[in-house]
């Protein structure tokens, strides 16, 4: 195992950023934390680069206790939300910054600077200043300039947060495949659970300062541990006395089904090849269903209609607890 | 942006420019013609006073460490008040500030009873070790320190505040140690600020006057700054020596900032 922690616990002030945590962050892989705002993902990676002191518990990395370690002798190479480039070096000197602070020869320096550059696709920006790149180059940059000491982990900070829609996805497939490439154990950041299944071999699921669920993105989704990260993993509704995911409702318009609750179609609306519908229970309570515009069509759906609901066999559910204690 | 229409615009332009000519442009105007008001010779003789070319010798010397000084400790202190929190950090900032509202005089009082060689607090210490404080060179820029001590302090704070840790961290993750993270990282990034910080110093501590008539005694030939010269020569009846004198302060004042702007970065090319 790559990056263990253990029972680790952090303060600032009173409030508990993480609250005896311990997950080991196997090696070679790339690992999503995720969590809402506030949740205590980000101090856990700032812990794990040393830029953050725990309280108590302790950080091993690759087999050495790092606990008391400074950041720089981590050897971890770490990615800011925010890029942190180094406003007054070129590109190239950016990405040389570690390898000239390690006092690696000239010739050596320029042929991995060279190299890297190349791996993020910013050659003919070498010369150029952080200021006259674009936010998604400057990421890039920031990742190469990382790479280049060889890091034994690399740790990404909401990487793609201060991106726009369309450069984050791209930058998120560009990841991916970095990775592929260039297999360093990967710890990344982010609140973007789709981000998180799409990049992520592994999550980590973390809500107000502890661990939630740990598991492969398919098992997150199939089978969440608990209401918070099926509600977190995607969208959620109820239907009768379990909590499950609105395209895991079956919709017909004869009660052919056993077990198929009655209802009227509130709302529809159609979305890409989407339709999500409102239905109306008798009990009172609002169904959110999704189903394919094809269905849609083939039942000629519209408002007011009569449908019947069922749970589709195989759907993940959980019980609805919280709902209940709230209702 | 708040539009206004062309007259105010005008009007509000007239005034500004008529309160800087009347407050500053014209006493300055009037002060360089009174000194050529007979052409070089005044001039030319004053600076023939060996009193006057050694008290403008004393002032940059003087002035040269006040500002080394300030500028390794404004930067220090600047780390401080914006890296790091810690107990009295307030009370720190707040007396950094208290030589811009002390009367400069009060200051020379003040180090006057703390170091003076025969009844001060520390004085007699420093002497019996050979160390003369007052009316010499040490307290002479401890003096001027102590007067331009927020300059610098409060040109770089902002600075480091905007700035933010984020690339220090980005170059402590990356294998940088202390050292080399203000060297490569932290001291570029302020060099502006810190450059500014400089020319408002030196340029406050060539004009020092009231803390240093106390501290220096003002011993003609020996001890007395250019600006003490000045007075003197005014209420000893030489009003020519005592223009000249201003005259050459001011250019040099002028001089700093003209240097600064022309080596200053266009705001565009940031």
Redesign the interface.
């Known amino acids: 195992m790559s990056i263990e922690i253990s029972n680790v616990t952090k303060r600032f002030g009173d409030f508990v950023a993480l609250d005896d945590v311990s997950v080991s962050l196997p090696t070679g892989q790339l690992t999503a934390l995720l969590g809402p705002s506030g949740g205590g993902k980000s101090t856990l990676l700032r812990i794990v680069?040393?830029?953050e002191k725990a309280d108590t518990g302790r950080v091993t990395i690759e087999g050495v206790d790092a606990t008391r370690m400074?950041?720089?002798k981590?050897?971890?190479?770490?990615v800011?939300q925010?890029?942190?480039?180094?406003?007054?070096m070129s590109v190239a000197k950016n990405v040389a910054?570690?390898l000239e602070?390690?006092r690696k020869n000239k010739d050596e320096v320029r042929a991995r600077v060279d190299e890297l550059l190349k791996l993020v696709h910013l050659t003919q920006f070498a010369d150029r200043l952080p200021?006259q790149l674009s936010g998604g180059q400057r990421q890039r940059m920031?990742l190469a300039?990382?790479l280049?000491?060889q890091p034994k982990v690399l740790l990404l900070d909401e990487p793609f947060g201060a991106l726009d829609a369309k450069v984050r996805k791209e930058l998120r497939e560009w990841l991916r495949r970095l990775h592929d490439e260039v297999p360093v154990t990967t710890v990344f950041v982010t609140h973007d659970q789709e981000e998180a299944m799409e990049v992520a071999d592994e999550i980590v699921v973390i809500n107000d300062g502890r661990i939630e669920q740990v598991g492969r993105p398919d098992q997150l989704y199939d089978r969440p541990a608990n209401d918070f990260v099926m509600g977190f993993l995607g969208d959620v509704t109820q239907l009768g006395e379990v909590r499950l995911r609105p395209h895991d409702i079956e919709i017909a318009l004869t009660p052919d089904l056993a077990g198929s609750v009655p209802g009227d179609v509130l709302r529809l609306t159609r979305i890409g090849f989407e339709v999500r519908l409102v239905v109306g229970t008798e009990d009172g309570r609002e169904v959110s269903v999704v189903t394919t515009r094809a269905h849609a069509r083939s039942l000629e759906l519209d408002a007011g209609d009569r449908v019947w609901i069922t749970p589709s066999s195989g759907a993940s559910t959980v019980p609805a607890m919280k709902s209940l204690l709230a209702g | 942006m708040v539009e206004l229409s062309t007259p105010a615009k005008w009007a509000l332009r007239l005034v500004a420019v008529a309160y800087v000519f009347f407050l500053v442009g014209w006493p300055v105007i009037n002060l360089a013609q009174r000194t050529f008001a007979d052409g070089w010779t005044a001039f030319v003789q004053t600076f023939q006073d060996p009193d006057v070319t050694h008290a403008l010798l004393v002032t940059v010397e003087v002035s040269l460490w006040a500002v080394a000084i300030n500028t390794v400790f404004g930067v220090g202190m600047a780390l401080l008040l914006v890296r790091y929190e810690f107990p009295g950090k307030r009370l720190l900032s707040a007396l950094i500030d208290l030589p811009m509202s002390v009367s400069p005089v009060v200051i020379g009082l003040a180090l006057l009873l703390v170091y003076n060689g025969r009844d001060g607090w520390f004085g007699p210490w420093l002497e019996s070790r050979g160390i003369t404080v007052i009316f010499s060179s040490p307290g002479m820029v401890m003096a001027t320190c102590f007067v331009a001590l927020p300059l610098v302090v409060r040109e770089v704070v902002p600075v480091l505040e905007e700035v933010g840790d984020?690339?220090e961290?980005?170059?402590?993750?990356?294998?940088?140690?202390a050292v080399?993270v203000l060297r490569?990282?932290t001291l570029?990034?302020i060099k502006w600020a810190v450059v500014y910080g400089v020319v408002l110093s030196l340029a406050r501590s060539l004009g020092e006057f009231g803390a240093l008539k106390i501290v220096s005694g003002n011993l003609t030939g020996r001890t007395q700054t250019a600006p003490l010269v000045v007075e003197q020569k005014y209420t000893n009846f030489s009003p020519d020596e005592a223009y000249a004198l201003s005259f050459v302060l001011v250019l040099i004042s002028v001089l700093c900032i003209v240097v600064v702007s022309a080596l200053r970065p266009k705001e565009s090319s940031?």
């Open positions: 680069a040393g830029l400074s950041p720089q981590r050897n971890v190479g770490f800011f925010h890029y942190a480039v180094f406003k007054h910054f570690g602070i390690r200021s920031a300039r990382a280049a000491v | 984020d690339q961290q980005a170059a402590r993750s990356l294998g940088g140690n080399q490569r990282i570029p990034s940031e």
